[in-house]
């Protein structure tokens, strides 16, 4: 199965993960309520995939590996996006984060890109659980397989400052990801995050 950075995968329970170390106890308890593991930016090894395990609290993350086998259901950002069941919850009208994805919603359908969100908000739309706090950012992923010119980023941007909240957007290109941010101001190389680590480029989607 072809996985991407920022995919959930939804398994039966702690007991499938594969990690170094012991897993700490709030992961069994994580994954009794909510059996959802995000892909981490890292190579698949040997059947095994990356993924990172969330607790209630923000410093309770866990790396560890999931077997291809146990994955139950895959769910992308962008299926996330093209549902936009944000629009069928209360939460989605109170909570500042859901009501920001329509700003994105907007802008991306302007500019025609593959969106979805990603973080705390993606993983609420996925699993149905209240993880997204008042405080919370919008982490978004924007796909983009061709060259981007910075004009039209600096218009991304700019369409989503007008957001009631902070948006962190990377745009995904085949070689990794940059944050949309840095990419508009136009200064280059820039930092890209790819599966081996990240690298400075001219240019971030020349291979």
Same mark, same amino acid.
């Given at each position: 199965?072809?996985? +991407?950075?920022?995919?959930?995968?939804?398994? +039966?329970? #702690? /007991?499938?993960?594969?990690?170094?170390?012991?897993?700490?106890? @709030?992961?069994? !308890?994580?994954?009794?309520?909510?059996?959802?593991?995000?892909?981490?930016?890292?190579?698949? /090894?040997?059947?095994?995939?990356?993924?990172?395990?969330?607790?209630? #609290?923000?410093?309770?993350?866990? #790396?560890?590996?999931?077997?291809?086998?146990?994955?139950?259901?895959?769910?992308?950002?962008?299926?996330?996006?093209?549902?936009?069941?944000?629009?069928?919850?209360?939460?989605?009208?109170?909570?500042?984060?859901?009501?920001?994805?329509?700003?994105?919603?907007?802008?991306?359908?302007?500019?025609?890109?593959?969106?979805?969100?990603?973080? *705390?908000?993606?993983?609420?739309?996925?699993?149905?659980?209240?993880?997204?706090?008042?405080? *919370?950012?919008?982490?978004?992923?924007? =796909?983009? %397989?061709?060259?981007?010119?910075?004009?039209?980023? =600096?218009?991304?941007?700019? $369409?989503?400052?007008?957001?009631?909240?902070?948006? $962190?957007?990377?745009? !995904?290109?085949?070689?990794?990801?940059?944050?949309?941010? /840095?990419?508009? +101001?136009? $200064?280059? %190389?820039?930092?890209?995050?790819?599966?081996?680590?990240?690298?400075?480029?001219?240019?971030? @989607? /020349?291979?």
């Amino acid at each position: 199965m072809e996985v +991407r950075a920022h995919d959930l995968l939804q398994f +039966r329970d #702690a /007991e499938d993960l594969i990690a170094p170390r012991p897993l700490p106890e @709030w992961v069994g !308890e994580a994954v009794m309520f909510a059996p959802f593991a995000v892909v981490r930016r890292a190579p698949v /090894e040997h059947g095994n995939i990356p993924v990172g395990i969330r607790g209630p #609290a923000r410093n309770q993350r866990f #790396a560890a590996f999931l077997p291809q086998s146990a994955v139950m259901r895959q769910i992308t950002p962008v299926q996330l996006a093209r549902q936009r069941g944000w629009r069928q919850t209360l939460r989605g009208k109170q909570v500042k984060a859901l009501r920001a994805l329509d700003f994105v919603d907007e802008s991306c359908r302007t500019h025609q890109l593959l969106w979805g969100p990603a973080g *705390s908000v993606g993983f609420e739309l996925a699993s149905g659980l209240p993880v997204v706090s008042a405080e *919370s950012d919008l982490d978004v992923v924007i =796909r983009v %397989p061709y060259f981007l010119p910075v004009g039209r980023a =600096r218009q991304i941007a700019d $369409d989503f400052s007008r957001a009631p909240v902070r948006i $962190d957007a990377q745009i !995904e290109t085949p070689r990794g990801a940059i944050s949309l941010l /840095e990419y508009a +101001r136009g $200064d280059m %190389p820039i930092l890209l995050r790819t599966l081996a680590g990240p690298v400075l480029a001219d240019n971030p @989607w /020349e291979c």
